[in-house]
């Protein structure tokens, strides 16, 4: 008789079955198809939703394969005892290793997974000579910090990266500015003064893998023809410089990645560049990177 009386509408209509009726391993099977903000929204509708959005399950497919590696590169007193979920959340955040100079997270739409490598962890030439480079601390850096040329002749940057990446195709770029840049009365400014030689000749990007893949490109950093992304010149602003791509099959064995910019033509100096970091992302994010919605 209850059940009946709590069917009936003020007017003594029947009122359907809601959503709060879906039992909620069918609730589960739905959110499987979704994305993790999809269903964090609509894990607010109602206990069997909610109960559905926290079901490991749920959020084992939203986690690459080979997650377990990837929290390895963690203290394990950070993520014992987490849910599928929370572990979700602790990889979509940017998790440090190596000492700080490398992170790795997992993109809140995709699942997939991102890298960062810092200047710090790269192999660049004359960088414990001040006459050559400084580091200069910036919150423009994931990293705090950018590597910053005054002048050189022999202009030279290698790195390489070994880890459990998942099965994938991912673009490998280096992040540059042209320019010295700082906050004058709370305003961005830049300096050019010390910025010459990027547009004499092409700097040389290249990277190689462990199972033979190659990939290479050249650009010059200081071309004043116009950009369609970055208006009529480079100076000034932060540029993805993309280097290549790679396939990843499978994360075992780890595919090994080396890379390098160089630009060693003696016969003329360059300077007045900043080097952030190297980044890796899957190919198919990398639209959204250059929109600035990838963090």
């Not at 998790?95 to 960062?116: A, H, I, Y």
């Not at 092409?202 to 200081?222: I, K, W």
Request: one cysteine or more.
């Amino acid at each position: 008789m209850g059940a009946s009386l709590s069917n009936l509408g003020t007017k003594g209509s029947t009122i359907g079955p809601g959503l709060g009726d879906i039992p909620e391993n069918c609730v589960a099977r739905v959110f499987l198809h979704l994305t993790p903000p999809e269903i964090c929204n609509l894990a607010r509708l109602n206990r069997a939703f909610r109960g559905a959005a926290s079901a490991d399950s749920v959020w084992e497919t939203k986690l690459p394969s080979n997650y377990k590696d990837l929290l390895h590169a963690l203290p394990p007193e950070r993520f014992q005892n987490l849910s599928k979920k929370d572990i979700f959340a602790l990889l979509s955040r940017p998790q440090p290793f190596d000492d700080g100079n490398k992170e790795v997270w997992l993109d809140r739409v995709t699942g997939r997974v991102c890298m960062s490598i810092s200047a710090k962890a790269l192999s660049i030439t004359g960088i414990d000579d001040r006459r050559y480079w400084t580091w200069v601390p910036t919150e423009e850096s994931r990293f705090n910090c950018v590597a910053y040329l005054q002048q050189i002749w022999w202009f030279e940057v290698d790195g390489e990266i070994n880890f459990p990446l998942p099965a994938d195709i991912y673009t490998l770029s280096f992040r540059l500015h042209l320019g010295r840049f700082s906050k004058r009365l709370g305003r961005r400014v830049c300096h050019y003064e010390q910025t010459h030689g990027w547009e004499i000749k092409p700097v040389r990007f290249e990277l190689s893998t462990s199972d033979g893949q190659r990939a290479s490109c050249e650009c010059c950093l200081d071309d004043t023809e116009h950009d369609e992304i970055y208006g009529c010149h480079k100076r000034g602003c932060w540029v993805d410089y993309k280097v290549g791509e790679f396939l990843v099959t499978e994360s075992e064995p780890t595919t090994k990645v080396r890379f390098s910019m160089k630009q060693i033509d003696c016969t003329h100096s360059k300077g007045g560049l900043c080097v952030d970091s190297v980044f890796i992302i899957p190919s198919c994010l990398r639209d959204r990177k250059k929109s600035g919605f990838l963090k």
